[in-house]
């Protein structure tokens, strides 16, 4: 199987700035990739090297063996893009859109009829179709985005933020069009995303980016065994001496290590689903009484914070996207 994304040593500098700083990707086909990181990483920097919108500073990008700079209009036709910001203008209706975006790809009519009937049914807009995209939800206007990013059957789909600002279940439907789409159209899909939940659910393989750099990459699940202390299990118990209990609890299998709080046993392990019965049980023997037991599991969030020593603040991050989404302000510069 090929790569449908390869990048080597890619680099973009702005004055002093390295808003990227040495990526090298193998990105196979048909695979999901995420790209993980805060606020000014430079995600949407490589998006936009990606999708030929600006030049490396250095080093190469090739999608399906195309040059990002050499064969420029070769990639735009193997790709589909999702910028960061809604992009879909609001005087036309969603229909209009879509074939106009399918007239730049020289669709026939015939052709664009079908291609857009069908997408704008897999979106759920298709009773919506000739209203204008000004009485849209933002929800359905970001799904208009996928469907038009698709028109022209691409290969390989780019999204930057595909869900940042929605609602929660919007963003559920979001996850469940690209799923769909995935398996049907056999997509590569790149998207970036703030949202472990969002990396986690949709992800074959996860790059966390941070300073222009790429700091780890491999599936969710190896991810998260890259670093340590894997599940946390907390322990609500009354009637028995916790600190003896935390001696006891040490030498379980799999248990790392044991904290008592207030009147909870918190226990590091490799394992909670294992720990948790001989656990149990071992209260319950020492004549215990049990009211909770909570199994917290890792998550991406923690694997982010080990390896860029800080959370990803979500919140933030929606408000500096609507601002930098659209592009970059022209006084700046390409
Ligand atoms: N045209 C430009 N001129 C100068 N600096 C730029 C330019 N474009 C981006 N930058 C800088 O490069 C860095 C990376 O920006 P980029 O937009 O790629 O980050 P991002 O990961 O997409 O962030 P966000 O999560 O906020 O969208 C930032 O420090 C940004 O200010
Ligand atoms: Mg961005």
Known sequence: MGFAIETDGLTKVYGELKALDGVSLKIPEGDCFGLLGPNGAGKTTLIRILTTLIRPTSGTARLNSFDVVGDSSEVRQK????????TSDLDLT??????IYARFYEMSKNE???RIDELL????LKDRAKDLVATYSGGM?????IARGLVHKPSILIL????????????HVVWDLLGNFRKQDRLTILLTTHYMEEAESLCDHVAIIDYGKIVALDTVEGLKKQIPKKDVVELTVAG??????????????TVTSVAVKDDRLIVSTD??????????EGIKKTGGHLSRVLLKQQTLEDVFIHFTGRPIREEEAKKVSYLLGAGVPTKWGR
């Open 79 to 86: 790709i589909g893009v999702v910028p960061q910001a809604m």
């Open 94 to 99: 969603g229909y209009e859109i879509m074939d």
């Open 112 to 114: 664009r009829r079908g």
């Open 121 to 124: 049914e897999m979106v759920g």
């Open 141 to 145: 206007r970001r799904r208009l985005e």
């Open 160 to 171: 930057d933020e595909p869900t940042i600002g929605l609602d929660p279940q919007s963003r």
């Open 240 to 253: 028995v001496d916790l600190e003896e209990a935390s001696k006891w609890a040490s030498t379980v299998d």
């Open 271 to 280: 394992n909670g689903a294992n720990a948790i019965p001989a656990l149990v």
